[in-house]
């Protein structure tokens, strides 16, 4: 923890001209045995990683189509995201990295307590969660322009305005049976705090609008988990989305970013 504490401190907190230390910069043609990495391409490491990463988020998919309980479960589940925190600090040359990063892991904390194999802890997850969240929305926070208005196209505003709609819809549907439990007050905090993260996504100034794409699935993910445990049973194949819905957002919230900045510019994947 002291190690993480010192990288937020001593990095800057965006620096789009930062040289990939990943990259042969001076030399793009020329092949080099030590480097692990083509000048636009994600190195070897980063891509067996992020195999590592879709092969056990498949295998977790599959699980949770044919359930299997135990810890195993709960394993594959985490390994699922682990290796994306794995990648990013592959690649972190800057502040903004380490808030990624952070964001990443805490979610694959709250991942890991939610699956727990024999008790239901999803008041326990929200947590992890909320704090991966905050790291998201530092994260994000270093791409507004300044003024912020300045940002707030018509197109913008009309997405921001249906986001938001699509909130505070999910807020009339499920506070009303949550606010008289326990759970109310954490549910709340939870909500308000991803509100800000997604109408965040709609103003950054970034390039690639993958980050936006995957906080909206990720959204819906949770919108589907939260109607299915406090609003009315969803059908199987609505509910089976839930982990994928939420995955592919956690890639493209990682990736994209990383893209985004410069890191790579394409996956070059090869099985």
Known sequence: MTTLVHRIVQYPINKREVVNPHVNVSHPTQSNESSTLSVSGLSRKGQALLLASLFFSALYWFQVLHPVSGWLHVLVKWLSILPLTLVVLHYQSTRQDVFLLCAILFHSVGDVVLAHPTMDLLAYSLGPFLVGHIFYI?????????????????????????GLGYIIAMA?????RLLPTPLGGPVVVYMSIFSV????????????????????????????IALDKFYT????????????????GQILISVGLLMEKGRFVHLNIQL
């Open 138 to 162: 530092l994260a994000f926070s270093g791409d507004l322009p300044k003024p912020i208005a300045s940002a707030v196209s018509p197109t913008k505003l009309a997405l921001m305005v249906l």
């Open 172 to 176: 009339v549907l499920l506070l009303p």
């Open 197 to 224: 993260l997604a109408m965040l996504s709609f103003l950054t100034k970034w390039r690639l609008r993958w980050m936006t794409l995957g906080i909206w699935m990720y959204i819906v993910s949770d919108s589907l």
């Open 233 to 248: 049973p969803l059908p199987p194949a609505l509910h089976s989305l839930t982990w994928p819905l939420y995955y592919i």
